[in-house]
């Protein structure tokens, strides 16, 4: 039997953010920042919603080319567009 590439149905999906963890790596790498209490929260917010954007780009730039899968050419040509985009 062989296994399976797809995520089961059944696999639980973490509804909380890392908290720890990035208040250990901001420690770890700036230690002299002084940050607010909830601005681990804001960092993560700020990830989900670049990966959102990304997934949008690359899902558009696969149904452009008439592509059912999204590749990694497409991802990385979004990145390229969401970047370009953020800095102005």
């Not at 999906?13 to 890392?18: D, Q």
């Not at 790498?29 to 990830?47: A, G």
Request: some cysteine; hydrophobic content about 40%.
């Amino acid at each position: 039997m062989a296994l399976s590439t797809t995520v089961s149905q059944k696999k639980l999906i973490k509804r909380k953010a890392p908290r720890g963890f990035l208040k250990r790596l901001f420690k770890q790498r700036k230690p002299h920042l002084r940050l607010e209490t909830n601005s681990d929260l804001l960092v993560h917010l700020n990830c989900l919603l670049f990966v959102h954007r990304l997934a949008e780009e690359a899902r558009t730039n696969a149904c452009e080319n008439k592509c059912g899968v999204i590749k990694k050419e497409h991802v990385l040509a979004a990145a390229k567009v969401i970047l370009k985009k953020s800095r102005g």
